[in-house]
């Protein structure tokens, strides 16, 4: 059974920086895309960033391209998502997500495997 686990989130004041990790498990992803989603309330499910199991290339949303960073240690099979200079409008549930799809596919129906969420607040 696959599982991807999320931890990390919480609260950060406006400028702050906060780490989320994703330890997926429960199958190969060589040829997967994992990527981070983020939902507001109200609001619909919109692509933060991705990364390539295999040779790690990665795609931003314009929102967080040059503030938010996604990265992987495959020893420790994680998927990091280093936020920066962080905003109000980054507060939202943030969910790691994996699919067997190109990178610069940010369609969060296409994505087959999903973590249960993790809350991000920043306070302005």
């Known amino acids: 059974q696959v599982h991807l686990v999320e931890s990390g989130g919480g609260l950060v004041q406006a400028g702050g920086s906060l780490t989320l990790s994703c330890v997926p498990s429960?199958?190969?992803?060589?040829?997967?895309?994992i990527c981070w989603f983020r939902q507001a309330p109200g609001k619909e499910r919109e692509f933060v960033a991705g990364?390539?199991?295999?040779?790690?290339?990665?795609y931003y949303a314009d929102s967080v391209k040059g503030r938010f960073t996604i990265s992987k240690n495959n020893a420790k099979n994680t998927v990091y998502l280093q936020m920066n200079i962080m905003k109000s409008e980054d507060t939202a549930i943030y969910y790691c997500a994996a699919g067997n799809v190109i990178l610069t596919n940010t369609y969060y129906k296409d994505y087959d495997y999903w973590g249960q969420g993790t809350q991000v607040t920043v306070s302005s």
């Open positions: 429960g199958r190969t992803f060589s040829r997967y895309t």
């Open positions: 990364i390539s199991w295999i040779g790690s290339s990665t």
